[in-house]
């Protein structure tokens, strides 16, 4: 049966990376992936990047909703999460509601958040969420050597705080959501491997 995989990380701590080596993994085996990110790359993911990148500003909890508004329609959108599962597709997807809990708590009410994003944990909630861990100060540096434009949550102090906010979110749900924290110090290949041995267990 298909599943629905999350990643999730600071930022630069791999997530890409390692979607396309469970992707090439996963395809080898003959089962059907479909891969995804939110952002999307619909409307409202649009505007967030460019409120993301600084291009455009607005209040903090009209990007915290914006957020959650873009997620429900990647869940419930033609070719988007539940469409792929239906098909009977795992689906592999760059950030899911665990990002917003993350970094939006740092300006907004945690219990705002999820009660936000409460209908996307309802109907469209992971089989597994992988955590990338990474200390910030190496995120960072990998971010600077990608040479992209910087966004407005790209700041060490802020990745620290959002790292931390990750923790205290795993041991809030180790009850309600499954999640694999992953040391991604280590070369790819050997965090690959890791992620592939659980992910079978699910599969
Ligand atoms: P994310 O999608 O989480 O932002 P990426 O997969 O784009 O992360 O990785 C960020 C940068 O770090 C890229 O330049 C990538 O090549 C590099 N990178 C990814 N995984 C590793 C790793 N395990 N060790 C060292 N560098 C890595
Ligand atoms: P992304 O493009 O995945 O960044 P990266 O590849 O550097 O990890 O995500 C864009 C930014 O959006 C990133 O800083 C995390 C942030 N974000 C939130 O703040 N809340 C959310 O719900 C999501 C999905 C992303």
Redo the contacts with the bound molecule.
């Keep these: 049966m298909s599943k629905f995989i999350v990643f999730e990380?600071i930022?630069?701590?791999?997530?890409?990376?390692?979607i396309q080596l469970l992707h090439k993994a996963l395809t080898e085996r003959n089962i059907p992936v479909h891969i995804t990110k939110e952002p999307t790359d619909d409307p409202m993911g649009k505007q967030l990047r460019k409120y993301l990148g600084g291009k455009e500003k607005t209040d903090l909890r009209a990007i915290a909703a914006l957020f959650a508004a873009d997620r429900l329609h990647h869940i419930t959108a033609e070719n988007g999460i539940l469409d792929n599962l239906a098909k009977g597709r795992t689906v592999l997807c760059?950030r899911y509601y665990l990002s917003s809990y993350a970094y939006q708590s740092v300006d907004c009410d945690l219990d705002w958040i999820m009660a936000l994003n409460r209908e996307a944990a309802s109907i469209a909630r992971p089989d597994l969420h992988i955590f990338?861990d990474v200390p910030p100060e190496q995120s960072m540096q990998?971010?600077e050597?990608?040479g992209e434009t910087e966004e407005i949550f790209e700041k060490l102090d802020r990745q620290q705080q959002i790292r931390k906010n990750f923790f205290d979110l795993f041991e809030m749900l180790k009850d309600k959501e499954n999640i694999l924290i992953v040391d991604?110090t280590?070369?790819?290949e050997t965090?690959a491997e890791e992620i592939f041995n659980k992910v079978k267990e699910i599969l």
């Design positions: 990380g930022d630069g701590s791999g997530k890409t990376t390692q760059d990338l990998r971010v050597n990608r991604g280590r070369t790819p965090i």
